[in-house]
Every structure is written in C-alpha cells, then in structure tokens.
C-alpha cells in the first residue's frame, strides 16, 4: 500500500473513531470537505500545516496520524 493510502486510513480511522462526519472533521480543520474526501482515498498529498489542522481537530498529537506507516 503507498503511503497516501495508508496515510488516509489512517486519517478516515481517527475521525471515525472520534465520531466525526468528514463535513465536521473539515469544518473543524478549515479544510474543504472534497479536499479531506480526497486525503481518506489516498489522491491527495496534504501539506504539514494541513496535517497539523487535523491533528488539532482530531485532538491528536501529529505523530499519532501516522499511526504505524
């Protein structure tokens, strides 16, 4: 699996396990809901201030994002 993949699991398994939609997942992080639908598929590449909104709305340290990649 390459990395975006796993990274969007990764993503999409945090959100879900914190019980968020992707439209209040994106909210929370300032991110377009397309945009977020698109990092969970593994067809976009986030940037580290992206992944850092995430973290941050996911109440998550960013090291734990990647999980085991």
Do not use: W
Not at 11 to 38: D, F, N
């Amino acid at each position: 699996m390459d990395t975006r993949r796993a990274l969007g699991l990764q993503i999409r398994m945090a959100r879900e396990g914190a019980g968020l939609s992707q439209e209040e997942l994106a909210h929370r992080s300032k991110i377009h809901v397309t945009y977020l639908s698109g990092l969970e598929n593994g067809k976009r590449n986030p940037s580290f201030l992206v992944l850092a909104r995430l973290a941050t709305a996911l109440e998550l340290r960013m090291g734990e994002l990647f999980g085991s990649l």
